[in-house]
C-alpha cells in the first residue's frame, strides 16, 4: 500500500525527492502519512479534495482485496 500512494503522490508532484510515505501498522488498520513539499500540497489534495479523495478511493480497494483497513493522512 505504501509504494502504491509513494507511485501516485510522486506522479502528481513538481518535487517527487520530498515526497515520504510512512506506514503505521495497527491490530486491524494501518494509516499512511503521506508528506509533500508546501508547494505541491494543493496538487495532492487536489480541488475540493477531489485528487485525496480518489487517492483514498484507490487505498480503500487496494486495502480491500489484502483484507486490512487502511487510512490515508496528508500531513503539511
Sequence with gaps: MKE????????????????????V?????????????KEDLGKVIGRQGRTARAMRTILGAASTKAQKRTVLEIIE
Design 4 to 23: 502504491l500512494i509513494e507511485y501516485i503522490a510522486k506522479s502528481l508532484v513538481d518535487n517527487p525527492d520530498q515526497v515520504e510515505v510512512a506506514e
Design 25 to 37: 501498522e495497527g491490530e486491524q488498520t494501518a494509516v499512511i502519512e503521506l508528506k509533500v513539499a
